[in-house]
């Protein structure tokens, strides 16, 4: 299924983190958050501006982000839980990482 975000949405999934901590101690399912770290999968034509001028967003799909906790909406799409959200939602986005197509 496609999915195109509109205005300054994005579409969102989730990085999954390491199972285990630093020292060697094994997280289980139950203790852990929920990750956020996230891959953007796509993203909207950007916002409007006063003058009516669509300004892009700063993000673009393949980009890792940081996000807040509580951030988005989930949805659920072709049996994966995915994001959506605005831009002004991402704290930050994040260079030097591997992407988890690359994980995989």
């Known amino acids: 299924m496609k999915f195109r975000p509109l205005?300054?949405?994005?579409?969102?999934?989730?990085v999954?983190?390491?199972?285990?901590?630093?020292?060697?101690?094994?997280?289980?399912?139950?203790?852990?958050?929920?990750?956020?770290?996230g891959e953007v999968i796509a993203v909207g034509p950007g916002a409007r501006s006063e003058k009516g001028e669509l300004v892009a967003l700063d993000v673009k799909a393949g980009d890792r982000i940081l996000f807040g906790k509580w951030s988005g909406?989930?949805?659920?799409?072709?049996?994966?839980?995915?994001?959506?959200m605005k831009e002004s939602d991402v704290m930050g986005i994040i260079t030097g990482a591997k992407s988890s197509k690359a994980a995989a």
């Not at 205005?7 to 989730?14: A, G, M, N, Q, T």
């Not at 999954?16 to 770290?37: L, S, V």
């Not at 909406?73 to 959506?84: A, F, P, S």
């Open 7 to 14: 205005h300054d949405r994005i579409l969102v999934r989730r």
């Open 16 to 37: 999954d983190e390491d199972q285990k901590t630093k020292g060697g101690i094994i997280i289980p399912d139950t203790a852990k958050e929920k990750p956020m770290q």
């Open 73 to 84: 909406t989930e949805v659920k799409m072709d049996g994966e839980e995915l994001l959506i």
